[in-house]
Nanobody, 116 residues
């Protein structure tokens, strides 16, 4: 019912920056909050950042001061600006939508690789 499509991943050098985008479509009126998660090979999926419909944000400790989550002015488009990237940031980054009683929706993920 809700489709999420991520874009913006790629290969960057340590210290570089990337801006990820997530476009939501479908029954977007059911979305309460959106966020970004990541999963590296052999590791569990973990929170990167979330933002509510009211604009409240929260970040993982490793992202504070480096990552910024924001929403587009129209519709349910969410961005993740990542600065000062480190090799340990390498992972598949997935967009998530909290649909309240209807559960959650996930995008297909976009690969972020930080390597020199």
């Amino acid at each position: 019912q809700v489709r999420l499509v991520e874009s913006g991943g790629g290969l960057v050098q340590p210290g570089g920056s990337l801006r990820l985008s997530c476009a939501a479509s479908g029954s977007i009126s059911s979305i309460n909050a959106m966020g970004w998660y990541r999963q590296a090979p052999g590791k569990q999926r973990e929170l990167v950042a979330t933002i509510t419909n009211g604009g409240s944000t929260n970040y993982a400790d490793y992202g504070k001061g480096r990552f910024t989550i924001s929403r587009g002015n129209a519709g349910y488009t969410v961005y993740l600006q990542m600065n000062s990237l480190k090799p340990e940031d390498t992972a598949i980054y997935s967009c998530n939508a909290d649909l309240g009683v209807y559960g959650r929706s996930w995008g297909q993920g976009t690969q972020v690789t930080v390597s020199s």
